[in-house]
């Protein structure tokens, strides 16, 4: 009799067990082991009552949501929260010097003005005009440079 009353017991407190599932510190961990394992970097997970919150900051959009569909992979976890993981922001592209700045503009506009055989450097602000153009054509190529507006203009165009 004692041992069905044993047997009885040890079902029942297993059965029991069985049945409240991990625990929340038990899914934390195999969260975090799961987003290692996807080599997901920058998330960290906090877990309550099954719902697993994501926080951190991100490379870009793919992959807060692949910790997300790896931390939802996880037996046990409900739900998954990413309003807490954050896209770093994108690297600000340096800007355009201002030698290069003119030096396209004298580019379009000799180009507008249909003419070639011109190469066009700048330098601390200053355009040097070097190629083959033709005598009558050098006044145009000449307004081209100033109109940009540099500090100075240096003519070594073969005519």
Same mark, same amino acid.
């Given at each position: +009799?004692?041992?069905?009353?044993?047997?009885? +017991?040890t079902l029942?407190?297993?059965?029991? +067990? &069985?049945?409240? $599932?991990? &625990?929340?510190?038990?899914?934390?961990?195999?969260?975090?082991?799961?987003? #290692?394992?996807?080599?997901?970097? $920058?998330?960290?997970?906090?877990?309550?009552d099954g719902v697993a919150t994501l926080t951190g900051e991100v490379a870009d959009v793919t992959v807060k949501s692949k910790a997300e569909t790896s931390v939802k992979a996880v037996e046990g976890i409900k739900s998954v929260d990413v309003s807490k993981v954050t896209l770093k922001p994108l690297p600000t592209p340096a800007p355009v010097s201002e030698d290069k700045m003119l030096e396209g503009t004298v580019n379009e506009a000799l180009r507008k003005k249909g003419i070639t055989g011109v190469t066009v450097t700048v330098s601390n602000g200053e355009i040097t005009l &070097? $190629?083959?153009?033709?005598?009558?054509?050098?006044? =145009?190529?000449? +307004? #081209?440079?100033? =109109?940009?507006k540099p500090k100075k203009v240096i003519n070594n165009l073969n005519k």
């Amino acid at each position: +009799m004692k041992i069905k009353i044993f047997t009885i +017991m040890t079902l029942a407190i297993a059965l029991f +067990m &069985s049945a409240c $599932g991990k &625990s929340d510190a038990d899914l934390t961990k195999a969260a975090t082991d799961k987003l #290692a394992a996807d080599k997901v970097v $920058g998330v960290t997970v906090a877990v309550k009552d099954g719902v697993a919150t994501l926080t951190g900051e991100v490379a870009d959009v793919t992959v807060k949501s692949k910790a997300e569909t790896s931390v939802k992979a996880v037996e046990g976890i409900k739900s998954v929260d990413v309003s807490k993981v954050t896209l770093k922001p994108l690297p600000t592209p340096a800007p355009v010097s201002e030698d290069k700045m003119l030096e396209g503009t004298v580019n379009e506009a000799l180009r507008k003005k249909g003419i070639t055989g011109v190469t066009v450097t700048v330098s601390n602000g200053e355009i040097t005009l &070097s $190629g083959t153009v033709d005598k009558a054509k050098v006044p =145009e190529v000449m +307004m #081209a440079a100033n =109109e940009a507006k540099p500090k100075k203009v240096i003519n070594n165009l073969n005519k």
